[in-house]
């Protein structure tokens, strides 16, 4: 017993990190961003925050110090970004080109012309290896290497946000100005079908994120509301509202995969608010210091940390919430020597029970 309660003591840390931790993003304004869990690096683009805008700059951040490791100037107005799980490259997407980062090299090894402005972007690593646009009136399916056009479609209902389903091969996509999410075969981008939303709450989609072990689609909606959708069988599964207050909307949108969590933007305010994935019931509210915009949002699932970049600086909130055992983490070196004094009373308890248990045998 003794041996386990100090076994236990050495392995828990004496400190932990306090959450919302903040760090600078240089001079520059970060905007949209990335997380390579597996290779744990973080990536980030941004302005210089001032109008009109100058400088443009492209950020690689150590998830582990949360510190920047690379900053590198972009070429154009940066927007949003997309990874390749694969081999960790970076897409990001400028005013009418896709600038290519590549992690082997940790530079930028070209671009890809897509000749509109370009509204989104999505890389689909596990299949086609293609990237997807959304521009104009157009969603597009790029060949990277050749920057040929593999395949289009068509939208009127101004297309914005993507959500890739690699397991089934199907590319959601937002359209803001309609109140539908239109469902493409993604290697071909024909037409599978489309989500409609309901005329009650005046909502159209902006942003997508998927839940690929829940197969959940959200959308953030310009409004107070958050639609959940069954990525399965195309259909809506409720409206939430989970910023009721006037004037409030939802934007940027990410999903934690491994505890079931979805994370929203929500402004004014600089607000991030904790979903329960299942339900849609806020959990609780997250802000971020500046009180400023959150226009993105990233999940770190290894580390289980939510990135949140805002004015001049990137907000990273806890998403595990796992609970501290014996609150050792929290005391620090104080709760190790409350816990030790508690391991020898124990161990002293025990000797003395077997010493008046051997005793007893020994007399009767």
């Not at 392995?11 to 744990?40: C, H, I, K, N």
């Not at 980030?44 to 100058?54: C, F, K, L, V």
């Not at 009136?137 to 790029?142: H, I, K, M, P, Q």
């Not at 009180?291 to 600086?313: I, K, M, R």
Request: proline share 5%; with cysteine.
């Amino acid at each position: 017993m003794l041996f386990l309660l100090l076994s236990l003591l050495v392995a828990q840390p004496a400190e932990a990190t306090t959450y919302p931790l903040t760090f600078a993003f240089g001079r520059s304004w970060p905007l949209y961003m990335t997380v390579d869990s597996a290779r744990g690096l973080a990536y980030a683009d941004g302005t210089s925050g001032i109008n009109p805008m100058t400088g443009f700059s492209f950020g690689v951040i150590n998830v582990t110090t949360h510190q920047l490791a690379k900053v590198l100037p972009l070429d154009e107005i940066p927007g949003p970004v997309a990874l390749d799980q694969s081999n960790g490259d970076v897409f990001v997407a400028g005013n009418y080109t896709i600038e290519v980062y590549d992690a082997a090299t940790q530079s930028f090894s070209g671009f890809v012309k897509v000749g509109l402005p370009i509204q989104n972007v999505a890389f689909d690593s596990n299949a086609s290896n293609n990237i997807f646009v959304t521009a104009g009136d157009g969603v597009y399916a790029l060949d990277p290497q050749t920057d040929a056009v593999v395949a289009n479609a068509t939208l009127h209902g101004g297309p914005d946000g993507m959500a890739l389903d690699p397991a089934n091969g199907r590319l959601f996509v937002a359209e803001y100005l309609s109140p539908v999410v239109t469902v493409f075969q993604a290697s071909s981008l024909s037409l599978v079908g489309t989500i409609s939303f309901p005329n009650c709450c005046a909502t159209s989609p902006q942003s997508l994120a998927l839940d690929p072990m829940t197969q959940t689609l959200y959308a953030s909606t310009g409004t107070g509301y958050v639609e959940m959708m069954n990525a399965e069988n195309d259909s809506l599964i409720k409206s939430v509202l989970v910023a009721p207050s006037a004037g409030n909307s939802t934007n940027a949108i990410a999903v934690n995969d491994v505890n079931d969590r979805v994370y929203v933007a929500s402004s004014p305010g600089g607000s991030v608010l904790e979903l329960d994935g299942s339900t849609g019931a806020v959990i609780r509210t997250l802000k971020v210091p500046s009180d400023s915009q959150v226009v993105s949002l990233a999940v770190d699932t290894s580390t289980q940390e939510v990135y949140a970049p805002n004015y001049h600086q990137i907000t990273v909130f806890d998403a595990a919430r796992t609970g501290i055992i014996f609150g050792l983490v929290v005391f620090g070196s104080v709760g190790v020597a409350l816990v030790a004094v508690v391991a020898v009373a124990l161990y002293l308890f025990l000797r003395k029970k077997d010493a008046v248990e051997r005793t007893r045998i020994q007399s009767g």
